[in-house]
Every structure is written in structure tokens, then in C-alpha cells.
């Protein structure tokens, strides 16, 4: 039983414009959202976190934004560049440190 | 370079046979994570070790162990391997636990080959 669902295993987009990557759960008891993004041959590399007491959080051109009521998230990434091209992954945690990943999203970014 | 390595890179082995997987983490970190990425999986939890103690337990295997050493490094162990084990094994750390408010720093991982 997946508690973190990544429906769009992939998802291509052009140069400049905006990467919508989307994100469900279903775990009520999540209080923190991670999105890490990956490389091949590559570890994950953390991008940015929401706890659950917010709706949106924004770093540079990445911005998450949470709806708690439908237990949904998203990562919106503004403007794509190619080297944006990669997977990710969303991840979430409850009270105790273990954190539940996504199976990815493989974003490529068309020049 | 995150700062946490793993070795080996790769490893091919064969059914029925042990292997161990080693992860130092970055330095000052005390907690270490293992993480199991099959083919067109995400990233399963496998366990954490927060400075030398088992701190939380996934979906590890009981052919699967793991344990983290005075120095902090951590070992994983897996045996009687089966073909369905071919997997990356990925070793993350962080300075404290928990740590789900800004990430873990993964290693690059390791592929293991069970044939």
C-alpha cells in the first residue's frame, strides 16, 4: 500500500516555462513534505521541505505548495532550465523520523 | 561529493551468498539511514541508526542487518541473497534525528547484482 503516490512517472517540459510535478498521500499523520531530485548514477539531493502548518513554501525558482485537505502537494519549478532534467521524488514523514518516498517523477526539460 | 561514501560501487554475487554494503557518513553526522531502490521503486526505507542505537525500523528483510559502529559507520548485511535483492542500496545521513525538515545527504549509492 503506497502512502505516497506519484501518478505522472514522467513529464516533459519546455525551457523557460513552468514543471508542475504533483504529489499525493495518504497518510493523515505526515507532518513534514520533502522533494529531493535525482541524477543518474547520482544520490538524492534534497530540494525543499513544507511542514504541514503551512500551505506553501519557496525557494528560488522552486516553490511547494501544500493542500492539506486534499492530501495533496505539488512542486512548481520557475522557469525550467535543462539541468533541471532529472527525477523526482516526494517524500513525506511522520513523528519518529521515517521518511516514505514517492516512486519519482522524471522531469525532462526540452531546450 | 555529498560527503557520504558508500562502497562499493557495484557488487555481483551470487544466489545464496552474503554480502556487506558500508556507508560513512558526513562528517558530524550522527544519524545514518539505508534506503532500497528497486527497479521502478522508490526509495524503500530500510532502517536508521542514530549514534550507534537503532533508532527506526522499514520493510527490512530478516535475511537483512545492519548496525552502526563507534565511529559512526554503518554496515549493511545482506544474506542468503535472492535474485529479487538486485537493487541500489542508497545510505543517507544527517546531523541529528529527526531530520525531515531538511533532508537527509544521500550517498550515490551502491548496485547490487544477484544472478
Known amino acids: 500500500d503506497q502512502q505516497v503516490k506519484q501518478n505522472s512517472p514522467s513529464l516533459s517540459v519546455q525551457e523557460g516555462r513552468i514543471s508542475i510535478l504533483n504529489c499525493d498521500y495518504t497518510n493523515s499523520m505526515f507532518d513534514y513534505f520533502l522533494w529531493y531530485k535525482k541524477y543518474p548514477a547520482e544520490g538524492p539531493t534534497f530540494l525543499i521541505s513544507i511542514s504541514s502548518i503551512k500551505d506553501k513554501n519557496e525557494d528560488g525558482r522552486f516553490t511547494v505548495f501544500l493542500n492539506k485537505s486534499a492530501k495533496h502537494l505539488s512542486l512548481h519549478i520557475v522557469p525550467s532550465q535543462p539541468g533541471d532534467s532529472a527525477v523526482y521524488f516526494c517524500?513525506?514523514?511522520?513523528?519518529?523520523?521515517?521518511?516514505?518516498f514517492g516512486p519519482g517523477t522524471s522531469l525532462s526539460v526540452i531546450p | 561529493d555529498s560527503g557520504v561514501t558508500q562502497t562499493p560501487k557495484h557488487l555481483i554475487t551470487a544466489t545464496g551468498q552474503r554480502v556487506t554494503l558500508r556507508c560513512s557518513p558526513r562528517?558530524?553526522?550522527?544519524?545514518v539511514y539505508w534506503y532500497q531502490q528497486s527497479l521502478d521503486q522508490g526509495l524503500q526505507f530500510l532502517i536508521q541508526y542514530y549514534n550507534g542505537e537503532e533508532r527506526a525500523k522499514g520493510n527490512i528483510l530478516e535475511r537483512f542487518s545492519a548496525q552502526q559502529f563507534p565511529d559512526l559507520h554503518s554496515e549493511l548485511n545482506l544474506s542468503s541473497l535472492e535474485l529479487g535483492d538486485s537493487a541500489l542500496y542508497f545510505c543517507a545521513s544527517s546531523v541529528d534525528s529527526p531530520a525531515r525538515n531538511y533532508g537527509y545527504t544521500f550517498g550515490s549509492g551502491t548496485r547490487l547484482t544477484v544472478v
Open positions: 517524500a513525506a514523514s511522520e513523528i519518529g523520523d521515517k521518511v516514505i
Open positions: 562528517s558530524g553526522d550522527l544519524s
